[in-house]
């Protein structure tokens, strides 16, 4: 085993693949290691759905429409199939059109479209007759990610990237990395440890205050329509920082209070995207603990598919798969630390590091080898 890099990487989720992939561009020599033999976390059991619209405003926005960008340069190369482009988010009342209407008034409302009546149906089979109408964005992907992560992990091997399953990192200081089979060397380490909070630097994640988010995910059969874009609902406004400028927003809170309180306290949203299978990936909640239970309640999945059967004509959903997924949470939606010198740690602390984990690797590198930030900085 070669044991001199110009850059470490520990950690093959996405967020690792992201600084990966920034270093192997910058001309370094990567490799990255992972105490898993593949990624089997978060970063395969998401909806592969490169959110645009409806990210925090500012830097998160930016991070998206950049790791958008790059999901779209690299998908052919690495043989990634892309199965939607563009979101519309479904609006079930008329106080979540109004938060649409105010959202497409804004900057990141650029190129999206209100859809209403038959241009709604029009634009996608499948959705309820009785919706108020949507927001077409133009921004989104969304890959399948069970796989897409092991497609983008072989295609940067075939680029140079040196892969080391089954190698936990035990220790980290400047310019090494300790395993149990061997120090590994690089002036460049990046430590992108997903839901470990206990292994590597636990006092700095300790003193951010990340705690653990456990998802309920389901796939439903092919319902026998075909839709081009990802589905959101109401629920999603309430729960995504991009919406949360809109003066109608907590309008829209009340109503869904007095409607759907479980959904709330489940931390439910909808969101929905078609496979190539003609299957739909569903979900999700949100549930917070420092050790998430492992278990799947079956009324939480229930509220899920109520949901879906109201926004779109899927009356009796098939549900053909089920898993739960686990991210780590905090009051900061991502950050990168440099607890040593030549050493950061770069956590995405929500649920987005499938839509900004790429922009997040061009910042750390960049900083690492002190190149001028990228543009979207
Ligand atoms: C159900 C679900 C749905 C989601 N949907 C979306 C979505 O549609 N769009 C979106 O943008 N985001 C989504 N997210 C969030 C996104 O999936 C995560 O932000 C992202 O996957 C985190 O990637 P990661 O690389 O940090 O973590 P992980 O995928 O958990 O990878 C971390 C890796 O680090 C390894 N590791 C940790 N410590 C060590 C160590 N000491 N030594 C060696 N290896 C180590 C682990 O083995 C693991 O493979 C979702 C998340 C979930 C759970």
């Given at each position: 085993m070669e044991h001199h890099y110009d850059c470490l990487v520990v950690g093959a989720g996405i967020v690792g693949l992201g600084h990966a992939l920034a270093a192997q561009r910058a001309g370094l020599k990567v490799a990255v290691l992972d105490r898993d033999t593949r990624a089997a976390g978060a970063s395969v059991r998401n909806f592969g759905f490169v959110t645009v619209t409806g990210q925090q405003e500012g830097i998160t926005w930016r991070r998206a429409r950049r790791s958008r960008e790059i999901w779209a340069e690299i998908a052919g190369p690495a043989g990634i199939a892309i199965h939607h482009r563009g979101l519309l988010v479904c609006a079930r009342r008329p106080e979540a059109m109004a938060v649409l209407e105010e959202f497409q008034a804004t900057t990141m409302g650029d190129g999206c479209r209100l859809l209403r009546g038959r241009d709604l149906h029009d634009e996608a089979e499948g959705l309820r007759h009785d919706l108020v109408g949507a927001l077409h964005s133009p921004h989104e992907l969304r890959v399948e990610s069970r796989y897409a992560v092991a497609q983008l992990t072989a295609w940067l091997a075939a680029e140079g990237v040196t892969f080391l399953p089954r190698m936990a990192a035990v220790t980290v200081e400047t310019g090494r990395v300790t395993t149990p089979r061997g120090t590994?060397?690089?002036?460049?380490?990046?430590?992108c440890p997903g839901t470990d909070l206990a292994s590597l630097?636990?006092?700095?994640?300790?003193?951010?205050?990340?705690?653990?988010?456990?998802?309920?995910?389901?796939?439903?059969?092919?319902?026998?329509?075909?839709?081009?874009?990802?589905?959101?609902?109401?629920?999603?406004?309430?729960?995504?920082?991009?919406?949360?400028?809109?003066?109608?927003?907590?309008?829209?809170?009340?109503?869904?209070?007095?409607?759907?309180?479980?959904?709330?306290?489940?931390?439910?949203?909808?969101?929905?995207?078609?496979?190539?299978d003609g299957s739909l990936v569903v979900g999700d909640s949100h549930h917070y603990a420092d050790t998430p239970d492992p278990f799947q309640p079956r009324e939480v999945d229930d509220r899920i598919l109520a949901e879906l059967s109201a926004t779109l004509a899927v009356d009796a959903p098939e549900v053909i798969e089920r898993w739960v997924g686990v991210y780590p949470s905090g009051p900061d939606v991502a950050f990168t630390e440099a607890p040593l010198p030549g050493v950061r740690l770069s956590m995405v602390t929500s649920g987005t590091g499938a839509s900004t984990a790429f922009a997040i690797g061009e910042e750390t590198i960049a900083d690492l080898t002190g190149d001028a930030p990228p543009e979207h900085v």
């Open positions: 590994l060397h690089a002036p460049h380490i990046v430590v630097f636990p006092d700095v994640i300790a003193r951010r205050n990340i705690t653990l988010c456990k998802l309920h995910m389901m796939r439903i059969a092919d319902p026998g329509f075909a839709f081009s874009a990802a589905v959101m609902s109401d629920l999603g406004l309430v729960r995504y920082l991009g919406y949360a400028g809109s003066p109608s927003l907590p309008t829209l809170r009340a109503r869904l209070e007095a409607e759907q309180g479980p959904w709330l306290a489940d931390g439910i949203h909808l969101i929905a995207v078609q496979g190539a």
